[in-house]
């Protein structure tokens, strides 16, 4: 029974939540939630952890999230369709009763570019649910 319970819900698209922290289940007023679009997080305050959505304490947070992105995806030239891991590790400051989501910006021209090449930034953007404001945090991401 569980498991069909699990498989409905993997077929309605909604992925379990995963806590961050130990203890007994809050109340979701209590709690931050995180949503990772197009991403995994892997690890919570050094802690491992593998999900799309996880819930949290509110307060300051490290951490790591992997995305897999194609080649077309980083260079908008590129006709590399092969997918490549994007590792980001991440501090940020979460409020109790907000919903986060991280998402992968669009590649921007970084620099002006020499005729033959072309450089791009992409790096993760972080986005208040309620109001899909941009919220600043510290991050440093590298290809794995």
């Known amino acids: 029974m569980l498991a069909a319970a699990g498989l409905v819900a993997i077929l309605a698209g909604c992925a ?36 799309s959505t996880v819930e949290l304490l ?14 077309d995806e980083l260079t908008p030239s590129a006709s590399d369709h092969a997918a490549y891991d994007y590792v980001c590790l ?7 009763g907000e919903d986060y989501r991280f998402v992968v910006r669009s590649p921007a021209p970084i620099a002006p570019s020499h005729p033959q090449t072309e450089q791009f930034a992409v790096g993760p953007a972080l986005l208040r649910e309620s109001d899909e404001e941009l919220l600043f945090f510290e991050y440093a991401c590298r290809f794995r």
């Open 16 to 51: 379990p939540v995963r806590r961050a922290y130990s203890g007994p289940e809050r109340a979701r007023a209590e709690v931050s939630r995180l949503r990772v679009s197009g991403g995994h997080v892997i690890e919570v305050d050094d802690r491992e952890l593998f999900g």
């Open 58 to 71: 509110p307060g300051r947070h490290r951490l790591t999230l992997r995305f897999r992105l194609r080649g």
């Open 90 to 96: 991440c501090h940020v400051t979460t409020r109790a």
